[in-house]
């Protein structure tokens, strides 16, 4: 199950920086959707942090609160680095709470932010409905019990805390406009190019963004290592006598089109990931898992106290009986 067990190994860092796309959008913001989309065939970049990949792993939990309350640049992108290196692209949280420190850690990585066709009310409504129960008393008190869920209860109230350090205002719709402010801000200080993506642009903007952010190098190892020039004589480039300028616009401009061709599948659906019935299922575990470990300690108390009765019990009347 997404969110309560993980398939890949929690500890990637060992295999170094690998992370080529930067998800900056919300949670509750096709994340999971955009996730989808990069792990496919048809652009490859797996895996892609999530925090599905954050959730079932107390290690993990514990890292990024840890990089919450670091102050200082370095240390903070240390640990981020224990966090997100062996990933290739990341959406969702914790990507999109460290996106200013992933933009200084991967100055190469293209940043992409996914927003709702339906804007900040409907995706208030759907963090209300998915995630803000998480943050509640009634939450912590249920799970009290359980390590993973006291580390998610810190981790989003927490974060709950430094929304309006961060954002200029408290929990609210009004996140979702100032976070977009806040990624745009931060890109521009970078001059780091935004692209600005909901799910109903499909495929097209998407892939060719990517595909306009690749270098040479990383193109020829996705392309099989084959050059250019095989494609440009033969869509008719006149002559290798030509201008050597001319010929290498005609060679970058033919890369080009054959990455759109390549990475824009023309039959393919896009693939819509829906989570709202995935976090609903979720928290009905997340709750049944809470009660269960609270019947589990009563259970254990009753029966050592009627053992120990039992016990002082006969201890009493053998004395007595002495």
């Not at 409504?125 to 249920?142: G, K």
Request: net charge negative; aromatic share 10%.
């Amino acid at each position: 199950m997404r969110f309560i067990t993980d398939n890949i190994i929690p500890d990637r860092s060992a295999l170094g920086p690998r992370m080529r796309v930067l998800g900056a959008g919300l949670p509750r913001c096709a994340t999971s959707s955009l996730q989808a989309a990069l792990e496919s065939p048809h652009l490859g970049y797996t895996p892609c942090m999530h925090m599905a990949h954050v959730a079932p792993h107390p290690e993990r939990c514990e890292l990024v609160l840890e990089a919450i309350h670091e102050t200082d640049t370095q240390r903070r992108h240390k640990i981020l680095h224990r966090l997100f290196d062996g990933y290739e692209a990341t959406t969702d949280f914790p990507g999109f709470w460290f996106i200013d420190d992933l933009m200084d850690m991967y100055p190469d990585a293209p940043v992409i932010l996914n927003r709702r066709s339906d804007g900040c009310q409907a995706w208030w409504a759907s963090m209300e409905s998915a995630i803000n129960f998480y943050s509640t008393r009634c939450y912590y008190l249920l799970c009290l019990l359980v390590r993973i869920d006291r580390l998610h209860y810190r981790i989003h109230t927490v974060m709950r805390d430094r929304w309006p350090a961060r954002y200029g205002c408290d929990m609210s719709p009004g996140i979702y406009d100032a976070h977009a402010r806040f990624v745009a801000r931060e890109c521009a200080k970078r001059g780091r190019p935004l692209l600005v993506w909901e799910t109903k642009d499909g495929w097209e903007p998407l892939c060719q963004f990517l595909s306009d952010s690749r270098d040479d190098e990383e193109d020829d190892e996705y392309d099989g290592g084959h050059d250019a020039e095989e494609e440009v004589q033969k869509e008719g480039a006149e002559g290798a006598e030509g201008v050597e300028g001319a010929n290498g616009a005609k060679r970058e401009d033919t890369r080009r089109r054959r990455r759109r061709r390549r990475l824009v599948p023309p039959d393919q659906a896009f693939p819509w990931v829906n989570d709202a019935a995935t976090m609903k299922t979720v928290k009905r575990i997340v709750v049944a898992r809470g009660v269960l470990s609270w019947v589990a300690l009563l259970a254990g108390l009753f029966a050592a106290w009627r053992y120990v009765g039992t016990w002082l019990g006969g201890a009493a009347m053998a004395a007595m009986a002495s």
